[in-house]
């Protein structure tokens, strides 16, 4: 099962923070296309959600608000 860690707006900021997040030893899940399910390129109101296993997720979230904050997100 995976859970939702963060949520961003911009799918380039969702890409780096993904890339990030494995480089780092989390296994966040791809969803292989942007934006909601059927319409690409069209993101919900909260944004892109960022998902990791559910036994990541203390750590990954941890690290993802940390990541997000220096980006200045």
């Known amino acids: 099962m995976f859970e939702t860690i963060a949520h961003v707006q911009d799918p380039s900021m969702a890409r780096v923070l ?6 780092h030893g989390f296994h966040p899940l791809e969803s292989g296309e942007d934006g909601l ?3 690409p390129g ?7 959600p960022i998902l990791v296993p559910e036994e990541e997720m203390r750590d990954a979230k941890v690290l993802a608000e ?8």
């Open 18 to 23: 993904i890339t990030a997040l494995k480089a």
């Open 42 to 48: 069209v993101v919900g109101p909260r944004g892109i």
């Open 66 to 73: 940390d990541l997000l904050r220096e980006m200045d997100v």
């Open 37 to 39: 399910p059927g319409l």
